[in-house]
């Protein structure tokens, strides 16, 4: 326990300063690289549903658009934006939804953490 303590200490500055940001951005994803996940982004289609910054073409409009999208609190409107939560509805939406009309897309772990990492950059609309 007495171990631990400076840890805590660290961790809770750490934190104090992450509330300076508005609604704590950036939201860091480990091992995530924006980069690549606008080319994963690209690969995979998401662009066929969604209009994504980045993403000239299609611009698809049976999902909103994803323009702000790292300054949203919540996923879908009902779930917390965050990164192990963001990265899970990536791979499986239906698995933290029922009901949701996002499909399951065909992403490693790391490819989502990469989109996820890319997604959080979108903080304007
Ligand atoms: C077949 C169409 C389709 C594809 C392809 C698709 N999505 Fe979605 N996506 C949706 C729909 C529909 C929703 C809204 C889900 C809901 O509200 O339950 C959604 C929601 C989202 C959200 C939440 C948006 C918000 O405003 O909170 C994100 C982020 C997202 N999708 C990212 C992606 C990414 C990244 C890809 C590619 C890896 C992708 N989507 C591929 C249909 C799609």
């Known amino acids: 326990m007495r171990r631990s303590l400076p840890g805590l200490f660290a961790f809770a500055l750490v934190g104090l300063a992450g509330c300076v940001d508005k609604a704590d951005l950036p939201r860091p994803v ?3 690289d924006p980069a690549r996940g606008l080319d994963v982004i690209r690969q995979v289609g998401c662009a066929a549903c969604h209009a994504i910054p980045g993403v000239a073409w299609p ?3 049976s999902a909103g658009a994803l323009a702000g999208f790292g300054a949203r ?5 009902r779930l917390p934006n965050q990164p192990d939560v963001l990265v899970r ?3 499986d939406a239906p698995s933290l939804d029922a009901g949701t009309a996002m499909p399951p897309m065909p992403l490693t772990q790391a490819q989502a953490r990469d989109v996820a990492a890319y997604l959080y950059e979108l903080d304007d609309d």
């Open 73 to 77: 609190p919540l996923i879908a409107g």
């Open 89 to 91: 509805w990536l791979i």
């Open 59 to 61: 611009e698809g409009r």
């Open 30 to 32: 480990a091992q995530g």
